[in-house]
């Protein structure tokens, strides 16, 4: 199964929510989605916000596809993959909407990018984070500039180089990775539904403005971005990353 993207529409609110049964991980076809509906929700007149999020109540997002990810047989493949990721997250800094994350669980790798590039974010206490990338014999190229503007280059050094240990939500809220913590999912949805209600009765064309100012300084990642696509690309080819994605899947 390559995953599903959906998408509902009320009182100006567009809810994107992701689902694919590996964890909520992305193969290529469901970052080619996501990227798609985000780019045509940047240009809808009917919305004036984005609420992201994912199904389940297991992990938010547990990254890259690793089935996909042992089947990269050569650079152009590897490279093709991981600007998946760069689309995403280049889709989310460009859209003329304010995005709301909303994280219910765990997210990992690619998964703490895309939180990363959210605006403003909701998430649960059981909303660990961890960057695995370097235990699987790449690193968290694409996704470090997302990471260190949100967080700071040291918080997401701390990240990287411990790469087999989670951060706890309390972690994530205290670097700025999430904007509010709540202990149940329910507090959560209330909160975020009378948050976005609110914001989205604000003048369309002032949030489209105050979203060109908050992402000043990152025109450069539509080139950056895929640079660290051919790096994660490289590496994803070495005996090392697939023998240790082969580790990871059969534990």
Known sequence: MDGVIKTSIENNIATVSFFHPASNSFPSLLLANLTQELNVLSENNSINLIVL???GNGAFCAGASFDELL?????????LFFSGFANV???MRNCSKIIIGR???KAVG??????SACDYVFATNNASTKLSELAIGIGPFVIEPAVSRKIGKTAMTEMTLAATEWKTA???LNKGLFTQLFSSLDELDNSLSNFALNL??????ALTEIKKVIWEGTENWNTLLYERAEISGKLVLSDFTKNALQ???TK
């Open 53 to 55: 999020k994912s199904e």
């Open 71 to 79: 089947k990269v047989n050569n650079l152009e493949e590897g490279r």
């Open 89 to 91: 997250v280049n889709a």
């Open 103 to 105: 994280v219910h669980g």
């Open 110 to 115: 690619g998964g703490v990018g895309i939180i």
């Open 170 to 172: 309390e972690w994530g």
């Open 200 to 205: 989205a009765s604000y003048n369309p064309e």
């Open 247 to 249: 580790k990871f899947k």
